[in-house]
């Protein structure tokens, strides 16, 4: 039995093919959502599935169990799931893909991916994922572009992404990328930056964020005002919920200098230095404040 199983072979053409991962290229969930939004919006139909059992560590990415409504229970596995939308006015076709980044076997699990791309027609590939960074909630949320593309094809002219420059350990968006470019198939990479301090489930502000950048690849029209809403109440709980944590609104307060002075962006730090840089911050803060309840002056 083939890891790829079709419920259909849709005939689409001129295709943008967009994907996004579950686990670490998903911080806040922001990617995988955005794409599930879209699909949802436009009622896209899924077609196509790769059976997880090659390609997991079960130890590791273990499959989830839930209560059915009419009392029953349901185990459902890691799901990598392929849908499309046809364009009403031949326009360009779209193919998404909503996975979880897979433990094992990523050269089998690319071209699987790659098949069902290239029997879709497509054209030009993005990838779309969201990271923890060091950037403040009270700011627009920074979604990044990138390509090894000078051309993205016909009708893309207008957007020119930077190369990127990252050298180190890949994801599978890289693998992925690396694979279409083998046929000469155009790519380009967008990435949310989530603020690494906030523990959330989700983030709707950064997922209004990622899928505004996207609606340049595409025709098809979505309504992104629930979202909005969403997003604005997502604002101001997190106003709230900081409002006393004066620790934490120091750190901030930090982060916006940062961003706000337009110093050249770089290369985001690996998730260990941003959480050691707010320990340091904070410890640092700790100190201050042992010190002024102790009495300590320079006399």
């Not at 599930?36 to 499959?63: C, G």
């Not at 920074?142 to 190369?163: M, P």
């Not at 083998?182 to 502000?205: C, E, F, M, R």
């Not at 997003?231 to 982060?255: M, P």
Request: aromatic share 10%; proline share 5%; no cysteine.
């Amino acid at each position: 039995m083939s890891a790829l199983q079709y419920t259909e072979h849709p005939i689409l053409s001129n295709t943008v093919f967009l994907t996004a991962w579950a686990g670490w290229p998903d911080a806040a969930e922001s990617a995988t959502r955005s794409l599930r939004e879209l699909a949802r919006q436009l009622s896209a139909t899924k077609f196509a599935s790769i059976d997880a059992e090659d390609f997991y560590d079960f130890a590791e990415q273990r499959p989830v169990i839930s209560n059915e409504s009419d009392g029953s229970r349901k185990l459902t596995w890691p799901k990598n799931e392929f849908y499309y939308w046809k364009s009403p006015d031949g326009g360009r076709d779209l193919l998404i893909f909503i996975g979880v980044e897979p433990n094992l076997k990523w050269r089998t699990y690319t071209d699987l991916v790659y098949k069902v791309a290239q029997e879709s027609d497509s054209k030009l590939l993005v990838t779309v994922g969201a990271l923890l960074d060091s950037v403040p909630h009270t700011r627009s949320p920074r979604v990044i572009g990138s390509s090894l593309n000078t051309d993205l094809g016909d009708g893309f002219e207008h957007i020119k992404y930077a190369v990127p420059n990252y050298e180190g350990p890949s994801g599978l968006t890289s693998v992925l990328m690396d694979r279409f470019s083998k046929d000469k198939i155009p790519s380009a990479s967008l990435w949310g930056h989530s603020p690494h301090y906030l523990q959330v489930a989700q983030n709707p502000t950064l997922t209004h964020a990622i899928l505004t950048e996207i609606q340049q690849f595409i025709s098809a029209p979505i309504d992104l005002t629930t979202l909005a809403k969403e997003s604005e109440e997502f604002d101001e709980n997190l106003v709230r919920a900081l409002s006393d944590q004066q620790e934490i609104e120091g750190y901030v307060k930090r982060l916006e200098e940062r961003y706000d002075s337009e110093e050249e962006y770089r290369q985001s730090p690996e998730p260990a230095a941003l959480v050691q840089e707010l320990e340091d911050f904070l410890r640092q803060q700790r100190g201050s404040n042992d010190s002024a309840d102790n009495g300590d002056t320079d006399d």
